[in-house]
Each structure stands twice: as C-alpha cells, then as structure tokens.
C-alpha cells in the first residue's frame, strides 16, 4: 500500500515570495491533515479536511496561508507571502476517519527555509 | 485546553538498556492518548494508543507505555534499547471534541554503543 505522497521534499524562497507544498493521501483515506513542526516543536496542526470540506482551521493563519482539497483526494498548501518564522517542516497526514482514535499515516513532509 | 509535556528534550542511552521516555497530559476526563516515533527525514509513525481498558498498552517495535491516572502519565518504555530506536518521540492527546490531536514538543533519543 502506498503511502502519503509529498512534494516538494525541500524548498528554500526568500521573504515575501510564495510557495506551494502538494499532498497525496492514502487511497480511501476521508481526513487530510496539514500540520506545521517548527525545529523543536511538535506538529501544530493547521488544517484539516474531511473529504473535501474542512473539519478545523483554527490555527490557519489565514492572512498568509491557504489550503484546499479539490475532489476530496490530494491537497495543496500555499503561503504567500511567506515570512522568516515560516521556516519549518509541513507534514501531511491522512486517516481513515475525522476522530481522532483513526490513525493518522503521516508523509516524509517538506522542510522549508524561508531566508 | 489540552497540553501535553514531555520533560525530556534528550535523552542518551547505551544499546541494550531499558529506556522510559515521561509525558505528562492535561484533560478533564479520560483521554485518547498516543506516542508517535519520528525517524531523521522521515513522518511521525505510531507506536501505540489508548483509549480505555487495560493501562499497559503494547505497541509496534517491542514498545509498551503505561497509563497512571492518578499521576496525569503515560509513560513510553522499552526493556531493551537497539540503536535503531535513535529518534524522537512524541506524545499526544487527544484535544475536546474528539478531532484534533494535540502533540507534545518530543524527546530526541540518542543510543551510544
């Protein structure tokens, strides 16, 4: 079984331009999960998706960062413009179901450096 | 709301040494709780979870963790360290409302020889 696919794996922009991250989940998987883990930091999750409506945007800093999940498969994350606390690594997770009891699968995730 | 602490940043041990690995939690009832093992370069994967039932949970890769809740605890141990194990670990809580997962800021585990 293939896993949760991302792209890019690293991705270095200066401040204020923008970047794109992509995300496949696990074929069958209903919730998609972005989360952000700055260098020594756990996961914060920034949005969650279940199919294509989102479920939790709480700490989506919405000024800057947009996500969507069009046909209720893959995913995109976009910030524009990035800022130099942006430097972090996203990791997409999918899970079967939205509860938090599903297990979430998680990608190898993108390490980004904003300069 | 719900918090987790995990008082460790790092901890060394020697290959084939027993390890327990502390996380402490906040949540008014009885929560769903998680470790998760991060691999350099790679996605966090789970270890093991509980929900309810027996307090000694076992999971993947020889790991077990114990819930005390009288002590706010969940514990990750294992008897004996491989130098494969070198990674961090996360706890995690499950946050109110059941969908979001709230994750501790990690413990990295370095194994010497």
């Known amino acids: 079984e293939a896993g949760v696919a991302q792209s890019p794996r690293y991705k270095i922009i200066e401040k204020r331009q923008s970047v794109a991250f992509w995300c496949n989940p696990i074929s069958g998987h209903a919730t998609l999960y972005w989360y952000q883990q700055i260098l020594g930091q756990g996961p914060k999750l920034l949005i969650q998706f279940q199919n294509n409506g989102v479920v939790d945007d709480s700490q989506l800093p919405k000024d800057r960062f947009s996500a969507e999940r069009l046909k209720g498969v893959d995913s995109t994350l976009k910030i524009q413009p990035a800022k130099l606390e942006d430097s972090a690594v996203y990791l997409c997770?999918?899970?079967?179901?939205?509860?938090?009891?599903?297990?979430?699968?998680f990608g190898p995730g993108t390490r980004l450096t904003v300069l | 709301a719900q918090s987790v602490t995990q008082p460790d940043i790092h901890i060394t041990v020697s290959e084939g040494a027993s390890l327990e690995l502390r996380c402490n939690y906040s949540?008014?009832?009885?929560?769903?709780l998680f470790w998760y093992v991060q691999s350099p370069g790679q996605g966090l994967q789970l270890l093991l979870k509980?929900?309810?039932?027996?307090?000694l949970v076992q999971g993947i890769k020889g790991f077990e963790a114990e819930f005390k809740r009288s002590q706010s605890s969940f514990n990750l141990r294992k008897p004996s360290v491989h130098w494969s194990d070198a990674a961090e670990y996360f706890c995690a809580v499950e946050d109110t409302g059941g969908f979001k997962t709230i994750f501790g800021a990690g413990t990295r585990l370095f194994v010497k020889a």
């Open positions: 949540y008014g009832a009885t929560p769903y």
């Open positions: 997770a999918s899970s079967l179901g939205d509860r938090s009891y599903n297990e979430q699968f």
């Open positions: 509980y929900f309810s039932g027996d307090t």
